[in-house]
């Protein structure tokens, strides 16, 4: 007779626990749903799991407790209301990110109602990866015109996979040079880029430095080089009135509103986590698009 899934999920939990992972029973349940196809209720109920899911759900433990990322095993991401798909080769969204999208997605909805920008805002995701923050945009403010960049070939692959089906466009580019065609027309520009020093390289999870890609990761200049990079074209690519939205790390909230006084961005905040971290910085771009 083949197992009970609750001796196999307690069973799987325990030898993830003995590899040091921090949620062992939340990975065990959800890599049963997925080897089985069954939802937490089916396997609560569910007598026995057929050799061939069991078999999936054993190697797909080995590989967690070898400390490949949950997602990568499942191939999806939620994210706020969407499901991205994900693999080697792309970012895995984080939660906190979520925070910095509905940022984005507050001031579309807003200019969307207040008829601002015309009818449909045109809203830029910078270093986009999988796509969530643009999905995110395309599914919760109807209408809104979304581009996406991403200068990754692979990550631009699943970027394009996620955004198949919604209105967004992807560039694949560096967003140094992207979209010289739309300068001064954006009302949002949004962006998660790396800024991780690559200094604290070492000190990262090895499930993190083994598996999200270290174009995603890591950044020169103290982890500050992106997001210069993102506040100089946010400024090129915004309206007069334009919102700029970028994640950074923990402790970069001081200098990441430097260089948005540094570009001429007005309204500066810095805006904290659920956790009460520094998460995001927010501005305003203040006069029109004053380049070529
Ligand atoms: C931290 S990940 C964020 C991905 C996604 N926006 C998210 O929040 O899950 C940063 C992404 O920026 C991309 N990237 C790094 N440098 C870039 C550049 N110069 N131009 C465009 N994309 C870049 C990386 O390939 C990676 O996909």
Known sequence: MNPRPVILLAQASAALAEAGLDSPKADAR??????????????LTASEIDARACARFDQMI?????????????????????????GSGVFIPRP???????????????????????SEPLAVELCAGSGAISAALCDEVPGVR???????????????????????E???ADMADALPGVCGQAAVVVANPPYIPWSQRDGLPIEVRSH??????????????AIRVVVDVAHRLLQTD???VIEHGDDQGPAALEELRRAGFAHRICHRDLAGRPRFVTGRRVSGWDGE
């Open 242 to 244: 334009g919102l700029v």
């Open 62 to 86: 080995a590989q967690r407790a070898a400390g490949v990322p949950v997602q990568y095993l499942t191939g999806e991401a939620w994210f706020r209301n969407v499901r991205l798909e994900v």
């Open 170 to 172: 992807v560039i694949e």
């Open 30 to 43: 959800v890599l049963l749903m997925s080897a089985t196809g069954l939802s937490v209720t089916e396997l």
């Open 96 to 118: 906190e990110t979520e925070l910095v999208a509905g940022a984005a997605i507050d001031e579309a909805l807003r200019l969307k109602a207040a008829g601002r920008f015309g």
């Open 212 to 225: 999200d890609p270290a174009l995603a990761l890591f950044a020169a200049d103290d982890g500050l080089a």
């Open 146 to 168: 979304v581009v996406a960049v991403e200068k990754d070939p692979v990550a631009a692959g699943w970027l394009r996979r996620n955004l198949e089906g919604t209105p967004a």
